[in-house]
């Protein structure tokens, strides 16, 4: 029996064959949650691990306008591939994973991987081998669309003797829009995973192949991921990479060479980040990430459909995603026998609606304790009044956290209450049954923080505060500090659910300059003041605040 499972991403729908349940019999690092074959129950899977098990793939596309899907999709070895020279496409999709860097003029690579040691200095690791003969498909360097690789398999030796392997699945994703005559691919996605494994040998595992499956009205792109399901970070024919769980007081570093610069935010499963982005002539860019990875809760559970409440059944109606246990439970209007198992995204509204809501489902309680090493950019923006501050500057931040799930963007500015606001969620207990403490990094570009507040050069002062759902204090231990031209801030020890972390950032006035006492006192010079304007664009208006405000592109001064 086939089970389906469909991501909202291009709505990638993703074919999982059957596997035993032993949820009960393996160790927390290896845990997955398989799917019920009974009828008429619900399930929740706050893990997301299957979004780094996504393999390479180049996609022929044709989008027609108001369509949320595309009309048809094609799977190509190549640009030059018959499906991606038919008429009627008008776009290029990919997920391009890395091979290592062979020379030093390559770009969309990994030029390093290694381990932090005592002294500070660093141990690399031994690439030796990607999980795939050769490349899975052959991009364009010409039309920005690098090659797609396997994830690549690295070993790094301790001082005693001993080798560990490490699973690494790091790329880009992006889109070539032809109907915008567009001659280069926009990359619209960095990522990045690290795992340790060992590797386990049996003719039941397969890696995961690119595919186009119908959804809906239209098609999406999807893979198969029974090898997740069997505790597995990569697969490849009659081999599996087995998870094992990371030292969480070792610092990992990763080194990667890009094609297109990265641009806003880093976010994900980092403890103690630094990253380092440096820009080459040619505008590439070479990313380098240093952090510690973070033990992280996988919500999971499942609920008869007939006894859920009302607010969780209105968020899965008739072809809701997930995995299924075939397609007749994927188009079934039948909700009382359909068997259903949801996978939650980590970042979004939704998804910290969504995880609150099955909660006390739950018993508020961690099925398994996973460690990750994850960091990936972020979409979104700050709020109209600061993306002067942000927008086309480049790198501009890193958060990490060891939350389930939280808020899907960079941390929001409240300008009533000149504050960074973020929210995070995860169950208050572990699977041992242990309170569960949480954990968040803010690093902040410092002139990005003088541009939003209207600061001088002065040092900035900041103050984190961690409240609960319901508005009261949540001990956190913070850490705040202001070098090298970033502001970095970490919180840790609170309690969940979904508490909100705010940061407050201030700025002392400069003390005046002694001066001898025959000489006058000049006058003190006019404290500035932030100034706030009204721009219109058609019937939109919008409000502008800094210290000289203009408005963006498109609109007028009112």
């Known amino acids: 029996m086939k089970r389906l499972r469909v991501i909202a991403l291009l709505s990638a729908l993703v074919i999982a064959l059957p596997v035993v349940a032993y949820a009960n019999t393996v160790p927390d690092e290896n845990f997955y949650p398989t799917v019920k074959q009974e009828a008429g129950w619900m399930g929740y899977n706050s893990d997301n691990s299957i979004e780094y098990s996504k393999p390479s793939g180049l996609?022929?596309?044709e989008q027609v306008s108001g369509g949320l899907m595309p009309k048809s999709m094609y799977v190509c070895n190549s640009l030059e591939s018959a499906d991606c020279l038919r008429p009627e496409i008008n776009g290029y999709a990919f997920n391009s994973v890395f091979a290592q860097c062979k020379v030093s003029t390559d770009t969309d690579c990994i030029e390093s991987f290694g381990i932090k040691n005592e002294d500070g200095s660093t141990k690399l690791a031994t690439f030796q081998r990607n999980w795939a003969n050769g490349a899975v498909y052959t991009g364009d360097k010409s039309k920005s669309i690098p090659n797609g690789y396997g994830a690549s398999s690295w070993t790094l030796t301790d001082s005693n003797g001993a080798t560990e392997t490490f699973a690494l699945v790091v790329g880009v994703n992006g889109y070539?829009?032809?109907r915008a005559n567009a001659t280069q691919a926009k990359y619209e996605a960095f990522f990045s995973a690290i795992q340790p494994i060992k590797e386990v040998l049996g003719s039941e595992y397969n890696g995961a192949v690119a595919q186009v499956t119908k959804r809906g009205e239209g098609y999406g792109p999807g893979w198969n991921t029974n090898f997740i399901e069997r505790g597995c970070q990569i697969a490849e024919s009659g081999k599996c990479g087995y998870r094992l769980p990371f030292d969480l007081?070792?610092?990992?570093?990763?080194?990667?060479?890009?094609?297109?610069?990265?641009q806003g935010w880093l976010h994900g499963r980092m403890k103690d980040a630094n990253v380092v982005m440096t820009t080459a002539a040619d505008n590439s860019q070479v990313v380098e990430i240093s952090a510690k990875p973070l033990s992280i809760p996988s919500v999971y559970g499942w609920v008869k459909?007939?006894?859920?409440p009302a607010p969780v059944k209105e968020l899965y109606p008739v072809g809701a995603g997930g995995t299924t246990r075939g397609y007749d439970d994927?188009?079934?209007t039948d909700l009382n026998s359909r068997t259903l198992l949801t996978k939650s995204n980590v970042a979004g509204d939704y998804a910290i609606k969504e995880m609150n809501l099955w909660l006390p489902l739950l018993n508020d309680k961690a099925a398994a304790m996973r460690t990750f090493w994850v960091a990936q950019t972020i979409r979104g923006e700050l709020p109209f009044e600061s993306q002067n501050c942000v927008r086309g500057k480049g790198f501009t931040g890193v958060i990490g956290t060891n939350a389930v799930v939280y808020s899907d963007g960079p941390p929001k500015f409240d300008k009533a209450e000149q504050s960074l606001n973020y929210t995070v969620g995860a169950s208050h207990l572990d699977s041992k049954g242990d309170l569960f403490k949480g954990y968040y990094q803010l690093n902040l570009r410092s002139d990005i923080a003088r541009c939003l507040y209207?600061?001088?050069?002065?040092?900035i002062q900041a103050k984190i505060e961690v409240s609960s759902s319901d508005g009261t204090p949540s001990v956190a231990t913070t850490v705040i500090s202001e070098r090298d031209g970033w502001l970095k801030m970490t919180a840790g020890g609170f309690t969940f659910s979904t508490p909100s972390i705010k940061v407050k950032l201030s700025q002392d006035a400069p003390a005046p300059a002694?001066?001898?006492?025959?000489?006058?006192?000049?006058?003190?010079?006019?404290v500035v003041k932030k100034i706030t304007i009204t721009c219109v664009k058609g019937k939109t208006s919008k409000k502008v605040t800094a210290i000289k405000p203009t408005c963006p592109t498109g609109y007028k001064k009112k």
């Not at 459909?305 to 859920?308: A, G, T």
């Not at 001066?515 to 010079?525: F, L, R, W």
């Open 59 to 61: 996609f022929g596309v």
């Open 454 to 459: 209207g600061f001088g050069s002065a040092p």
């Open 249 to 262: 007081e070792k610092t990992y570093t990763l080194k990667v060479r890009l094609g297109q610069p990265v």
């Open 330 to 332: 994927f188009v079934t």
């Open 305 to 308: 459909w007939s006894e859920l």
């Open 176 to 178: 070539l829009d032809l």
């Open 514 to 526: 002694p001066s001898a006492s025959a000489t006058p006192t000049p006058a003190a010079k006019p």
